[in-house]
């Protein structure tokens, strides 16, 4: 069974640092366009990052853009997302997500065929 397992959520105060890890257990992971998404309680899941199965090209979410960064090691079969400068308004859980092919809407969830189950990041003021 193909699965996606995201570490690395935790409790950190306004303007500090997490990095998210996503491992694949299957090696034909590392050919997938991979991202990003998450959602805050109330809300509806939303497009982070996404990046190609290269790493060559990057897209981001206005909201996090100069703040966070996407990155793969299709070695160890893993997608990080070094987030920065965080603010409360950060506080959701993080998925990470998988896609054959980069999607034509890139922030659009239905464009991704894999889920992680997701990691709580809280950013208190």
């Known amino acids: 069974q193909v699965q996606l397992v995201e570490s690395g959520g935790g409790l950190v105060q306004a303007g500090g640092s997490l990095r998210l890890s996503c491992a694949a257990s299957?090696?034909?992971?590392?050919?997938?366009?991979k991202g990003w998404f998450r959602q805050a309680p109330g809300k509806e899941r939303e497009f982070v990052a996404t990046i190609s199965w290269s790493g060559d090209s990057t897209y981001y979410a206005d909201s996090v853009k100069g703040r966070f960064t996407i990155s793969r090691d299709n070695a160890k079969n893993t997608l990080y997302l070094q987030m920065n400068s965080l603010k409360p308004e950060d506080t959701a859980i993080y998925y990470c997500n998988a896609a054959k092919y980069l999607p034509k809407t890139v922030a659009a969830a239905s464009g991704y065929d894999y889920w992680g189950q997701g990691t709580q990041v809280t950013v208190s003021s």
């Open positions: 299957e090696r034909t992971f590392s050919s997938y366009v």
